[in-house]
C-alpha cells in the first residue's frame, strides 16, 4: 500500500518533486507527487503524513481525501471514491491512498528530502513533463 498528498498552492499549482537519476529506481528523473509506500501499521493517512514530511519537511495538520486505486496482478485498475475502507469484494494487489490539501509553504522553503528537487507547476506545464507511475492519470481525474 502507498499513499500520498497532492499539495495544491494559492494559484492552483500542484506541488511535484523531481526524483533521483538513479536507473536503479523506478522513473529515474522523472516528476512525481509527494507520498509513498507505508509502513506495515500504518493507515493511508499516517503513511501519507509521514511520506510528505520526510519528502518536503511539510507539517499536514489536515488533509482531505481524494481517491483511491486499487491495482490487481491482471493490471486492471478500478477506481472508486476514497471513504477509508475497501470493500470486501474487492481483490487487490496493490493501493494507492491519495489525499489533497492547500499548501502555503513556498517549495523554495521546503527541505527536499527525496529526490532532486520540488516545484509547483501549473496544469499546463504539467503536459510537458515526465511524470512517474499513474500520477499524470491522477492528476488528470483531480
Known amino acids: 500500500m502507498s499513499a500520498g498528498v497532492i499539495l495544491v498552492d494559492r494559484q492552483g499549482r500542484v506541488l511535484m518533486q523531481l526524483r ?8 529515474p528523473g522523472h516528476w512525481g507527487l509527494t507520498g509513498g509506500a507505508a ?29 483511491a486505486y486499487y491495482f490487481s496482478e491482471n493490471g486492471a485498475s478500478p477506481r472508486r471514491v476514497f471513504d477509508g475502507k475497501k470493500s470486501a469484494t474487492t481483490r487487490t494487489d496493490y493501493e494507492l491512498y491519495l489525499f489533497h490539501a492547500p499548501c502555503e509553504t513556498p517549495a523554495e522553503e521546503m527541505v527536499c528530502g ?11 506545464e504539467m503536459r510537458e513533463l515526465d511524470i512517474a507511475y499513474n500520477h499524470r492519470d491522477v492528476l488528470s481525474d483531480f
Do not use: C, S, W
Open 20 to 27: 533521483d537519476d538513479d536507473p536503479k529506481i523506478m522513473f
Open 39 to 67: 509502513n506495515a501499521d500504518e493507515t493511508p493517512e499516517q503513511a501519507a503524513r509521514r511520506e510528505v514530511a520526510e519528502e518536503t519537511g511539510v507539517a499536514l495538520e489536515r488533509f482531505e481525501p481524494f481517491r
Open 114 to 124: 527525496e529526490g532532486r528537487g520540488l516545484r509547483f507547476f501549473a496544469p499546463a
